[in-house]
């Protein structure tokens, strides 16, 4: 998901246990509501997700936060050989590209989204 202007992390408010018991610490954790339809059915607009901003080691086909120019995008990055990352979007109207690893800037992995139903 595209940031049409520069978008800033913040907080919200879970339960310690909660966070606990899935090995998230609340100390590495920043939110984000996401603007855009780049990761439908996934992720939609207007979700808030929640970043591990400490998970900047790639696991394959996970979906990070990854910044571009001031602007920060939500893409699901896959390992490819010669040290490149393939970064996709679950929704098959935009791109994908392929990036060298070294010029990756990651914010953090991706572990919870919530939205209003």
Not at 70 to 85: I, S
Not at 98 to 116: D, N, Q, T, Y
Request: negative net charge.
């Amino acid at each position: 998901m595209v940031a049409t202007r520069k978008t800033t992390l913040t907080s919200q408010s879970f339960c310690r246990h909660w966070l606990g018991s899935h090995g998230l610490d609340s100390r590495s954790l920043a939110a984000m509501q996401i603007r855009g339809d780049s990761n439908a059915p996934t992720i939609g607009d207007g979700d808030i997700v929640l970043i591990d901003i400490q998970a900047t080691d790639i696991e394959d086909d996970k979906i990070y936060v990854i910044q571009d120019a001031g602007n920060l995008l939500v893409r699901r990055l896959q390992l490819e050989p010669g040290d490149k990352v393939r970064t996709l979007c679950d929704n098959p109207s935009h791109r994908e590209f392929e990036v060298a690893r070294s010029s990756l800037e990651i914010v953090g992995r991706l572990v919870w989204r919530g939205a209003l139903l």
